[in-house]
């Protein structure tokens, strides 16, 4: 008999689930500015990234939009912005979704001629998808890190050759923003990884029993 688990019950999953409800809003809203043709886009959405950038001087947002300067060095920075419009967003989709449904549990299951109950068996069919997402999410928010720590202080040296600077307070947002987008992929990735190889090898024990019976 199956029933299923609330994700209340599944503290890794609710985590997951919460993280790609919030991603949603802050892609469509702020990252893929860039992407949108000022045309089409509403002034009330376009204000948004500049109150943004405004705040936190984002070297990255300000930088690919072209609001501290030339946006052609920010090109990779587009790239990424692309692939979380074509990839990521579904995923956020499609994750919330399959973690919603997530886990049900059976009274019983066998393996290998013993009885377990309470067995969970998961959602499988996202966990190749997540882990697929946090191992390429966690790639290229690395280098975005690396730029918000090697921006340079705002300092009168910086004022003066009009070089992009952050105070500390607005550096200490940035990375206040940008490492959960970074460690939560990064748990991401370990945990499908480890979820995927124990189906691996339960489906290679049950197939070895099958063999010896």
Known sequence: MYTAIPITSRPLDLIYFAFFLVHIPATLLIDLQALYPPSVTPYFIRALPQL????SNDPLIGGVLGMLGDSQPFVWFKTFLAIEALFQLPVFV???????????SLSCICLKRQCMPNQKLDSRSIYVLLLIYGASTTTTTLPCLSVLLTTPITSAQTITDRV???????????????IPFFVIPLVMTIDMASRLSKLVTTGIDAADDKKSS
């Open 52 to 55: 943004y950038v405004q705040m």
């Open 164 to 178: 992009v600077s952050v105070t500390t307070s607005q550096r200490l947002l940035l990375l206040s923003s940008y």
């Open 94 to 104: 499609l994750g919330a979704r399959g973690l919603w449904r997530g886990e049900t």
